[in-house]
């Protein structure tokens, strides 16, 4: 005795209920759950291709950073032991090195937990202004006209006007495009 639409609307937790909330509210139930699951297999297609390219980055920058702790913390004590280094530029040079790692990995644990809290639902916006104004929101401009634009793709290809579908997209709460 109860719609399926009232069900659906009732449900929040799972992301294909959130993605047919939004596209039931102007297209048919069958249109709505056909799009709502596209777009779904869409934004993992994405997001696997994002992931699988920053692997490698990401292999980089963890390696060079272990490479560089071993080589400050391990190797350049040995050295100066076995050749029994006791100047001044090489003790300077060791503690400038033990510094520069370790204000590194503060650093990027610092950034790391911030990048994390801002990734939250209600920070989202906080975290593109943030990238935005260090000029690294390329990647975002791109992804998000990539999205933009595969919406906007579904939405006309059921028969929304471009303007109805700037106007729906607007008022989309799961993706601030």
Do not use: W
Request: charged share 15%; glycine share 2%; net charge positive.
């Amino acid at each position: 005795g109860v719609a399926i639409e009232n069900i659906v609307n009732g449900m929040n937790r799972d992301k294909v209920c959130k993605q047919l909330r939004f596209f039931i509210s102007f297209l048919p139930f069958q249109d709505a759950l056909h799009t709502a699951l596209d777009m779904i297999q869409f934004e993992k297609n994405i997001n696997r291709l994002l992931s699988s390219t920053l692997l490698y980055p990401m292999f980089l920058i963890v390696f060079s950073s272990l490479v560089l702790f071993l080589f400050t913390y391990i190797i350049l004590p040995i050295l100066q032991t076995m050749l029994e280094l006791q100047n001044d530029a090489f003790v300077l040079l060791l503690t400038v090195m033990n510094r520069c790692v370790i204000l590194f990995y503060i650093v990027f644990v610092i950034l790391v937990f911030v990048l994390i809290r801002l990734y939250h639902k209600s920070n989202v916006n906080a975290l593109y202004n943030i990238l935005h104004i260090l000029h690294l929101d390329f990647v975002i401009k791109k992804y998000t006209s990539f999205i933009l634009s595969q919406y906007l793709y579904v939405l006309m290809e059921h028969g929304v006007s471009t303007k109805r579908s700037m106007e729906i997209l607007q008022s989309y709460e799961n993706k601030p495009i």
